[in-house]
């Protein structure tokens, strides 16, 4: 059972940043591990954001030129670093974990709780 660790969501006005941080832990990982972000905003049905391996790396289009995903494999985490934030990002974000990459939330095995990134316009 892997265990994901969130931190970094607040509050922040459009055109700002926010670092979100996601630590998994708890068993031996493959070396193909993928860790995502989706997000959900009220009302509406969870969303892929990002998504990296080893081997690479996706960003849905919406959040293309203002996020970044990166990891620290030593540490086994993951950062969305997000720039240039919109109201429209609005949402609670969620860090997940699967041992394929994927950008499909049905196919990923471990899921974080959610950390809530409001930006005011």
């Known amino acids: 059972q892997v265990q994901l660790v969130e931190s970094g969501g607040g509050l922040v006005q459009a055109g700002g940043s926010l670092r979100l941080s996601c630590a998994a832990s708890g068993r031996t990982f493959r070396s193909t591990y993928t860790m995502g972000w989706f997000r959900q905003a009220p009302g509406k049905e969870r969303e892929f954001v990002a998504a990296i391996s080893s081997l690479r790396s996706a960003l849905t289009d919406a959040v293309k030129g203002r996020f970044t995903i990166y990891r620290d494999n030593n540490k086994n985490t993951v950062y969305l670093q997000m720039n240039s934030l919109k109201p429209d990002d609005t949402a609670v974000y969620y860090c997940?974990?699967?041992?394929?990459?994927?950008?499909?939330?049905?196919?990923?095995?471990?899921w974080g709780q959610g950390t809530q990134v409001t930006v005011s316009s």
């Open positions: 997940a974990f699967n041992d394929l990459f994927s950008i499909r939330a049905t196919e990923y095995d471990c």
